[in-house]
């Protein structure tokens, strides 16, 4: 129970039912300054019903409740304010932390059944954006807060590997490609030939008349054509998967669109027998004019199959091999219309999971106020950035002169983490402008500055050879730890929250929040004076310690004890 549920029983019980406990707790607000408490009730609510002036409701109600959960009632004018007892709360949050450490915070909504997360999902022989950098952070996130949930997450990578892109980049290879200059830089090259082909297409329309058939004899198996699409993708998989063990994700599945290859005539059959396609100028379409919506485009007059062909048939083959209770895409708001007209087809389809299905979209990053373009040079060089925000961190640390034996991890840790932690607080339909330097710096609202308040709560417990078992006492009533306990207690539904909105960034600015009140708390409390509230001053350290690193965890940045 938290406070607010505590104060909904007490005034429920002095109100004899004349409200219902849900009409209670929508009244109830958190007064801005402490001296107002930590609940507020509005009485003018109940001047109507009851037939009396507020101020006066507020008195004979606050003269009703009896309840040791409170250190005092106070009614200013129409409101009752409720100061919590600090004693009773405080030993229960710490007690609750002690006992159930990285578990606080733990729900069991989820019954073990199965989330699938397509996150990350880049495009073989491009470079990774950094859109795609944010759907594997915010894909990641997510999986850890709905894990905390008790669901089991499934990370699929869904490659872009397939399409008719693939016939540009095959006619191209054929043309003017070298094998050892793709096999040294794999990517630039394959963009190179890429950007050329589509460039030279719109002055001679024949290549892109080749590049169809390239593509179609690749959907219909073709060897040799198979074999080099093949290993473009190996390529391309090996310069992923650097930045993916750099940034410390991994995937369940990196089965991308060329899985479904063999798995759309299917589909496609499902849509005929339902009545559900049309044809429109040599095309098949399913219509959406009922949801609003363009037509979706299942195939072309040549036959070729489209991305929502493709992303239907994963969408059909992922129900039936994790049975999911929600299947949820992590995709740049850019896409929105072709995940609407995905689910709009399910739904067509007749099938009630499309109800499960959902886009969780996020915004752009810019460049010194600037969008992102490959062909125009404006781009984020991801791998190289990250191991520059690994060396400024270094620099920081040996700044510090600290003795650490794994600096260099430790610097990692705080480099990189710093971007993601970057991008995970910023709200996820906001985009955010890039910049490597307010990244990394251990002031202001970043990673490395919730890291360092962590590693200071370590150093102090350090310091006082704290353990775990050595405690006896809990209960704090000073106002400095009050600000703190209220957001420990918070933390669960915190968590709750951020798993309802597909939102991470509730936890990251949960975790700035927690670490300025703990300074605040530093600053002003002599925490290792010898006298009878020591120990529960430092379970406190110990349960923000606890909770900061869990939070960070959750969101995929690790919390070095030392730095
Ligand atoms: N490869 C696509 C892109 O880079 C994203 C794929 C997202 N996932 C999906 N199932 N459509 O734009």
């Known amino acids: 129970m938290n406070e607010k549920d505590l104060v ?16 209670i707790k929508n009244l109830l607000e958190n007064p801005k300054s402490a001296v107002h408490g930590d609940v507020a009730f509005p009485a003018f609510f109940l001047a109507k019903i009851l037939r009396k002036a507020p101020n006066i409701i507020a008195s004979e109600l606050a003269a009703k409740i009896t309840a040791d959960d409170f250190e005092k009632i106070e009614v200013v004018g129409p409101y009752i304010n409720f100061f919590m007892n600090k ?35 880049p495009n073989i022989a491009k470079p990774f954006s950094i859109g795609h950098l944010r759907s594997t952070v915010i894909g990641d996130a997510l999986a850890n807060i709905f894990a905390k949930l008790d669901y089991n997450p499934v990370r699929i990578n869904h490659l872009g590997d397939w399409g008719k892109q693939f016939g540009m980049l095959i006619t191209a290879y054929k043309k003017w490609g070298k094998k050892e200059a793709v096999k040294a830089h794999p990517i630039d090259e394959l963009l190179k030939l890429y950007v050329r082909i589509n460039a030279e297409a719109k002055v001679n329309p024949t290549l892109d008349e080749e590049a169809r058939e390239w593509f179609l004899k690749l959907e219909r198996g073709d060897q040799e054509t198979y074999k080099l699409w093949q290993w473009f993708r190996d390529e391309s998989l090996i310069e992923f998967n650097r930045l993916y063990k750099q940034l410390d994700v991994s995937f369940d599945s990196i089965n991308g669109e060329a899985f479904y290859n063999d798995k759309m005539a299917e ?38 199959t489209l ?42 389809m007749g099938y009630s999971w499309a109800d499960d299905v959902y886009h969780v979209p996020f915004g752009l990053v810019t460049k010194d106020g600037k969008k992102l373009s490959t062909r125009k040079g404006n781009v984020i060089l991801l791998e190289a950035t ?36 970057f991008d995970l607080k910023t709200d996820r339909m906001n985009g955010y402008d890039f910049n490597l330097e307010a990244m990394v710096s251990f002031e202001g609202e970043t990673g490395p500055y919730v890291q360092y308040t962590h590693a200071r709560s370590m150093s102090i417990l350090r310091k006082a050879d704290f353990k775990v078992e050595s405690l006896a006492t809990y209960a704090l009533k000073d106002a400095e730890s009050w600000e703190i306990i209220k957001l420990l207690q918070a933390f669960p539904q915190i968590v709750q929250r951020s798993a309802d909105r597909f939102e991470p960034s509730i936890i990251a600015k949960y ?8 300074n605040k708390y530093y600053a002003h409390v002599r925490i290792l004076d010898e006298n009878e509230e020591k120990s529960a001053r430092l379970t406190l350290v110990y349960a923000v310690a606890t909770v900061l690193k869990e939070a960070l965890r959750i969101l995929g940045v690790d919390a070095p004890d030392e730095m």
């Open 8 to 23: 909904t029983r007490a005034l429920a019980t002095a109100l004899n039912g004349q409200l219902a406990l849900e009409e």
């Open 87 to 121: 004693k009773k709360v405080s030993a229960k949050v710490l007690q609750q932390i002690l006992s159930q450490g990285t578990h606080f915070g733990d729900f069991n909504e989820g019954d073990g059944r199965n989330i699938v997360i397509d996150m990350s999902s």
């Open 267 to 304: 589909v496609v059959d499902i849509l005929e027998s339902k009545g559900l396609l049309k044809v429109s100028k040599g095309a098949t379409i399913v219509d959406l004019e009922k949801y609003d919506l363009n037509p979706a485009l299942i195939k072309k007059a040549d036959g070729a």
């Open 307 to 348: 991305y929502i062909t493709r992303d239907l048939a994963a969408a059909l083959f992922r129900k039936r091999k994790y049975d999911f209770a929600k299947c949820v895409y992590v995709v740049g708001q850019e896409q929105a219309s072709h995940f609407k007209q995905l689910k709009a087809v399910l739904k067509e």
């Open 386 to 421: 990250l191991h520059e925000a690994d060396k400024r961190a270094l620099k920081q640390i040996d700044e510090k002169k600290t003795n650490l034996s794994n600096k260099e991890q430790v610097a990692h840790a705080v480099g990189t983490g710093a971007v993601k932690f």
């Open 511 to 518: 975790t700035l929040q927690l670490s300025q009140s703990f």
